[in-house]
């Protein structure tokens, strides 16, 4: 069953069966692992966002629509991860969005997020997921491969995503460039939800939403935006 879930975000649904809950404030909103993972996917970088305005700046994305936040912090120490997570997992909790905790399941679970996000050099899907229980949200890079989101499929992944579809700022140097058809491909064979991540901009998601996606992972696009709400929300309502 397709569900969509509505701009105003007071419904959760289930993606693995047919229910939904409607609440009345931010407050009353669980995060469900169940959720529909479709729509923006707001990911940090430490470039992008100044320490000093990290929490307020990852809260103006929320606020703007993104449904999930990935911390991604590939050089910081693990206390400091910790301690800057649990503040971010603050707002998204209060807002109703879900963060993911990039490369580190065993970090996602001292600080009690919503899930992990792996790639290739990173603890396997099924590791993660040992860890993390049945109610984490496990996510897995594919890059070109949708032999790879099948497999991370069958070993548990709530999501997978492919890139990159156009040239990115944040990964120049590690890039598996895609063709857009990827998704078409993917959408067929793969049965969890589908992300795209890569150059993609208010610009070019259109395309990338047309083609499958189920959603877009997005870093400069939303942190490198002058108004970051703004750039979320213009985002957001793509879908």
């Not at 929320?62 to 997992?89: N, W, Y």
């Not at 070109?144 to 548990?156: I, K, T």
């Not at 939303?222 to 879908?239: H, K, M, S």
């Amino acid at each position: 069953m397709a569900l969509a879930v509505p701009s105003g975000r007071n419904c959760v649904y289930s993606s693995r069966s047919a229910w939904c809950v409607c609440l009345t404030t931010w407050e009353e909103m669980p995060v469900s692992v169940h959720a529909k993972l479709r729509g923006l996917y707001a990911i940090t970088d430490t470039h992008l966002i100044p320490r000093e305005r990290f929490v307020e700046t990852v809260e103006a994305a929320v606020r703007g629509g993104a449904m999930m936040i990935q911390l991604r912090e590939k050089e910081t120490p693990r206390e400091d991860i910790v301690r800057l997570g649990k503040a971010v997992l603050e707002v998204t909790r209060r807002y109703g969005a879900l963060l993911i905790i990039n490369d580190h399941p065993s970090v996602a679970k001292e600080i009690g997020a919503d899930g992990a996000h792996v790639g290739r050099e990173d603890p396997p899907v099924a590791e993660a997921r040992a860890l993390l229980g049945p109610q984490a949200i496990i996510g897995a890079s594919c890059y070109g491969d949708v032999a790879h989101a099948l497999a991370a499929e069958q070993e548990g992944a709530d999501y997978v995503a492919f890139g990159t579809p156009f040239p990115s700022p944040t990964k120049s140097t590690k890039r598996t460039d895609i063709s857009i058809g990827i998704f078409q491909e993917a959408k067929r064979r793969v049965r969890v939800p589908v992300f795209a991540i890569g150059g993609i901009t208010i610009a070019n998601a259109q395309q990338i939403i047309d083609a499958g996606a189920d959603g877009v992972a997005i870093v400069s696009g939303v942190f490198g935006a002058p108004d970051v709400e703004a750039a979320a929300r213009a985002l957001a309502q793509l879908f």
